[in-house]
């Protein structure tokens, strides 16, 4: 593992991040293209994941828009035109990047992982919006399925993503009307989790990292990947899974967590698990 020790570090040209405190401040950095998501972004978005990752000094991934957009979706310029004349397999390559990064990395990822909605989050960005673990919103933030006012369906996995979240109605709504919402909107449908105004938004997103980092990391994962798993399992395959699952996170846990918990509640007494979390220091 390493370790950061420069919390003003930034990373390329399209993402740069700082650490501060536990937490990775991950921003898209194309303001001046509302953080529409190129090549650019695509390559560099996994080369900071793979950095971060085995950074211990990163224990929680914020990922946000530089400037007062979050992002506008795929660029359809240099992500759809351009690339149309590339050799057919460097594409497809471009392609599978932007699906690793957007949802297959995010969801999986072996860290909490949190979007910051700071503004416009269009088509394209809903992937990764639904990538992350969670998410907190600008009130003010604007939302939007709007391909089908061009002519074509939100696709990549954008349709899979707003189905996996939201209701058959809400959905097909926002789909095939193409029409827009605010934060507000976002977090009465469960499109995310918490909608504060601007100026708290940074703040509530610390607090919420705060309260991941107190946790344990190890079972922290297990719980994430385990319930991505078990949302497409029957229920018999899901029992054998999650039991599964769960004695393997006791074997691998480096700090044996339910080790500590079962004594902590049941021989001193020390805490309750409905009001509390063991103590990790001990």
Known sequence: ????????????????????????????????????????????????????????????????????TFSAGQDLKEYFREPASWHPVERERMMKANANWQWRRLMYYSKPTIAMVNGWCFGGAFQVLLGCDLAIADVDARFGLSEINWGIIPAGIVTKSVAMALTQRKALYYIMTGENFDGREAENIGLVNFAVPKDQLVERTK????????????VLRACKVGYHYVRDMQWDMAAEYLHAKSDQAKYMDPEKGAAKGMSQFIDEKSYRPGLGAYDRKR
């Open 1 to 68: 593992m390493t370790k950061s020790t420069d919390s003003t570090q930034k990373w390329g040209k399209d993402v740069v991040f700082t650490i501060e405190d536990g937490i990775a401040w991950v921003k898209l950095n194309r303001p001046e293209k509302r953080n529409a998501i190129n090549p650019g972004i695509v390559y560099e978005m996994n080369a900071v994941l793979d950095e971060l990752e085995m950074d211990d000094a990163c224990q929680v991934v914020v990922i946000s828009g530089n400037g007062d």
């Open 207 to 218: 607090k919420l990292a705060a309260v991941l980092m107190e946790k344990n990391p190890h």
